[in-house]
């Protein structure tokens, strides 16, 4: 029998549970990545290359499973024009802020105005942990 794909969230340290948490809450509904790393495996806790109808265990940077989501939509976008429904599922006041975030958190890249990101939109199916 195949197990379930799973995802962890980034965070600031192994205590940083916050992205888990807004997902529970109900507030994150969407996460981006960056293609090149969006479909590469991440460890035992991720495996990328979510798509459409994948139901996923999400764990927080402990390796806990904290809740199951399912993947509802999967596309690719540009930094230069987040749209509304990704910066609001990822819990931003606005595309600005987005962008901010992403620059602070991705230094090591050129985040420029045509680089494309990979969205993941989901679902909460189940609390497992909260």
Same mark, same amino acid.
């Given at each position: ?37 969006? #479909?590469?495996? #991440?460890?035992? #806790? ?8 994948? =139901?996923?265990? +999400? #764990?927080? !940077?402990?390796?806990? !499973? ?7 939509? +999967?596309? +690719? =976008? ?6 509304? %429904? +990704? ?8 595309? %600005? ?13 050129? !985040?420029?105005?045509? *680089?494309? *990101? /990979?969205? !993941?939109? *989901?679902?909460?199916?189940? /609390?497992?942990?909260?």
């Amino acid at each position: 029998m195949s197990r379930r794909k799973r995802l962890t969230f980034w965070g600031a340290d192994e205590n940083d549970d916050s992205l888990p948490r807004s997902v529970i809450e109900g507030r994150k509904t969407v996460t981006a990545d960056t293609i090149e790393e969006y #479909y590469k495996p #991440y460890g035992e #806790y991720g495996d990328g290359s979510y798509a459409p109808g994948d =139901i996923i265990e +999400v #764990y927080d !940077l402990r390796q806990r !499973l904290r809740c199951i989501i399912k993947a509802t939509k +999967v596309y +690719v =976008i540009r930094f230069g024009d987040i749209p509304e %429904e +990704v910066w609001r599922g990822e819990t931003f006041a606005s595309a %600005e802020e987005f962008r901010e975030c992403h620059v602070r958190c991705l230094p090591h890249l050129d !985040l420029h105005e045509d *680089f494309e *990101f /990979v969205t !993941l939109h *989901f679902e909460l199916v189940e /609390v497992i942990a909260p």
